[in-house]
């Protein structure tokens, strides 16, 4: 089912950009169809490109949506924080605190390490 929508989304997509690139530049000339004359002129054409461009856009909508709630339903997913090996920066048994354990998280060591580095009192500014 997931993929079905992936697969939908890809081609809304794909079109949108299509569609939004085929339209008439309204200032700047940043948009393909900002020069002169071509096969994609006059107030219809521009009526019919703005229609699809709504069209394309709600169904983007649609899809994403879709794919949030799929996702959402399908559990939750760990965090790459939680089961990643400690770096070679990360702190070890000599470097932590004796009532602090080493390891933990990554977000735990980060704690640790600007802990240690924050100084103990006021500082005075150094003049030049």
């Not at 490109?49 to 997913?77: E, H, M, N, Y």
């Not at 470097?95 to 640790?112: K, M, N, V, Y």
Request: glycine share 12%.
């Amino acid at each position: 089912m997931e993929t079905v929508v992936i697969v939908i989304h890809l081609m809304v997509v794909i079109a949108l950009v299509a569609v939004i690139l085929l339209q008439k530049s309204e200032g700047g000339a940043l948009g393909i169809g900002g020069g002169g004359g071509g096969f994609m002129t006059g107030r219809g054409t521009a009526n019919v490109l703005t229609r699809t461009t709504t069209i394309l856009a709600i169904a983007f909508f649609a899809t994403s949506i879709t794919l949030t709630l799929l996702a959402r339903q399908s559990g939750p997913t760990p965090s790459i924080f939680d089961n990643a090996p400690a770096s070679s920066g990360a702190p070890t048994q000599t470097q932590t605190t004796p009532s602090q354990p080493a390891g933990g998280t990554i977000l735990d060591q980060i704690r640790d390490l600007e802990r240690q580095q924050q100084p103990s009192g006021p500082q005075v500014p150094q003049s030049e």
